[in-house]
């Protein structure tokens, strides 16, 4: 059974960083997409970054040059470093994981939540 469990939200003024880590257990599949998603108040939920298993990643425009994403394939755990937060990347941040074959994320984290005050 594949279990994401996240870590490492808070709250912090902005301008400040944030580092958000992923342990994923009961992995069977061998190529797999890794992802951070986040939801705000009365907001759709949003892809944020996306670790792809040969290294590539993808962001969303809005934290393009300020989050990285990246993966401890050792470990099996997905990290987000988030760096001169904003008010608006207040959101519960969930991490997600699909099979390459899977055109949906299949497995979600229970999500933590990151609180940036102005």
């Known amino acids: 059974q594949v279990q994401l469990v996240e870590s490492g939200g808070g709250s912090v003024q902005a301008g400040g960083s944030l580092a958000l880590s992923c342990a994923a257990s009961?992995?069977?599949?061998?190529?797999?997409?890794m992802a951070w998603f986040r939801q705000a108040p009365g907001k759709e939920r949003e892809g944020v970054a996306v670790?792809?298993?040969?290294?590539?990643?993808r962001y969303a425009e809005s934290v393009k040059g300020r989050f990285t994403v990246s993966k401890d394939n050792a470990n099996n755990t997905l990290y987000l470093q988030m760096n001169s937060l904003k008010s608006e990347d207040t959101a519960l941040y969930y991490c997600?994981?699909?099979?390459?074959?899977?055109?949906?994320?299949?497995?979600w984290g229970q999500g933590t939540q990151v609180t940036v005050s102005s």
């Open positions: 009961g992995l069977r599949y061998g190529t797999v997409w």
């Open positions: 997600a994981m699909r099979p390459a074959y899977s055109t949906e994320y299949n497995y």
């Open positions: 670790f792809v298993r040969d290294g590539r990643t």
